[in-house]
């Protein structure tokens, strides 16, 4: 069965401490995505993988690091620089970035502070 | 439960009613517009696309209305059932320059029996 796989779903974080969200597919995606969903807002791109080896910041990087060693693997570590990150994560892939077809999502992660 | 969704402006409509949840989008230069269908606890569902040289598209119960004039965006939703209920939000995107999708804030759909 395709789709995006993303744990865990619940993470807790200490003060100072960093944590990382798992994001798999198996689609076959080149493209992969991470963004954070805040209650009243609109999704937020934190950063991005057009391709293996490859990423890119979005618009709220600070505080968040990624790696894309792997086509179906694009980890999202929450680093302790980012004061606030209380939120629900969500991974996404497509096909590549900026064409016509749709961001597929995973479950997402819900990440609160001890 | 998820707390997506809260302070969202709410749609309510009886079950057997036809939905319609609408969108102003920004950029006139977006021609690629994405309805998406998000449940508690859970991540964003496709449920229609549709690109800028039509102005309209059906699926399954659905249908995606695009206004370029007005940069609107609306999709309808027939026969809505309790299963619909949820929080639905647009997103647009311009091809071909690489950039991304821009999601909108969503509205909750209640489905009353």
């Known amino acids: 069965d395709g789709g995006i796989t993303q744990s865990p779903k619940y993470l807790f974080r200490k003060e100072g401490q960093n944590v990382t969200l798992s994001c798999e597919q198996n689609?076959?995606?080149?493209?992969m995505y991470w963004y954070r969903q805040d209650p009243g807002q609109g999704l937020r791109l934190i950063y991005y993988?057009?391709?293996?080896?490859?990423?890119q910041k979005g618009d709220i990087a600070e505080g968040y690091s990624v790696s894309r060693e792997k086509k179906e693997s694009f980890p999202l570590t929450v680093t302790s620089a980012q004061k606030n990150p209380t939120a629900f994560y969500l991974c996404?892939?497509?096909?590549?970035?900026?064409?016509?077809?749709?961001?597929?999502f995973g479950d997402g992660t819900r990440l609160s502070i001890l | 439960g998820e707390s997506v969704g809260l302070h969202l402006p709410t749609l309510s409509v009886q079950e057997g009613d036809n939905s319609i949840i609408n969108c102003a989008y920004s950029?006139?230069?977006?021609?690629?517009f994405i309805w998406y269908k998000q449940e508690s606890g859970k991540g964003p569902q496709f449920i229609i696309d549709?690109?800028?040289?039509?102005d309209k598209r059906q699926g399954q119960r659905v249908t995606v209305l695009l206004n370029k004039t007005v940069k609107h965006l609306s999709l309808q939703i027939a026969a809505t059932q309790p299963g619909d209920s949820a929080v639905y939000f647009c997103?647009?995107?311009?091809?071909?320059?690489?950039?991304?999708?821009?999601f909108g804030t969503g509205t909750r759909l209640q489905v009353t029996l």
């Open positions: 549709i690109r800028s040289n039509m």
């Open positions: 950029n006139s230069a977006s021609d690629y």
């Open positions: 993988s057009q391709i293996v080896n490859d990423f």
């Open positions: 997103a647009e995107n311009h091809t071909g320059t690489a950039s991304k999708l821009t």
């Open positions: 689609l076959n995606h080149d493209a």
């Open positions: 996404a892939s497509s096909i590549e970035v900026g064409g016509s077809q749709p961001q597929h």
